[in-house]
């Protein structure tokens, strides 16, 4: 069997400079641009109806009062826990009440919902775009460079 050759790979004394400081130089500088667009493509939040601000904060109360049960004394809890699962076992909470117990509505249909996917698809965006970017100038401009020397042999 023949000897495997032994190469010797001569990397670029300089190679921090040369590949790693301009590559962190343009990560830090895209994170600043894509946070300033993630604000930029925000929308800003529509203000919600009394009765959902109700519903909404109703259920909040009653998950501080599961978590933080063990701070208050038993009777105080028991007292909570009697009000609020007898308003909420009579809907004195809901925003609709007379939609009680029917199947929700389908989100596709909602145009708020529309409006919050097509937000999440804005940010998804700003992440995907720039990640491309970068990822595209690495391989032109930094091709055919060795970062490092691996000791396994490659058949």
Not at 14 to 23: E, G, T
Not at 27 to 55: C, D, F, N, S
Not at 75 to 91: D, E, I, M, P, T
Not at 93 to 102: H, S, V, W
Request: charged letters at 15%; a positive charge.
């Amino acid at each position: 069997m023949a000897d495997a050759v032994n190469q010797m790979i001569h990397r670029d004394p300089a190679l921090f400079y040369w590949i790693l400081f301009p590559i962190t130089i343009v990560m830090v500088l895209t994170g600043i641009l894509r946070h300033y667009a993630t604000i930029l493509l925000a929308t800003t939040p529509k203000k919600q109806t009394l009765l959902a601000l109700r519903e909404q904060r109703s259920l909040l109360r009653g998950i501080n009062l599961r978590t933080n049960a063990s701070q208050i004394s038993s009777s105080a809890f028991n007292f909570r826990k009697n009000y609020l699962v007898s308003a909420y076992k009579h809907g004195t909470f809901l925003k609709d009440p007379e939609n009680r117990g029917k199947a929700a509505g389908n989100p596709m249909t909602d145009p708020a919902a529309m409006e919050g996917m097509m937000g999440m698809m804005k940010g998804n965006m700003m992440m995907m775009i720039p990640q491309t970017v970068i990822m595209g100038w690495i391989n032109a401009f930094f091709a055919g460079f060795v970062i490092s020397v691996s000791s396994l042999s490659i058949l």
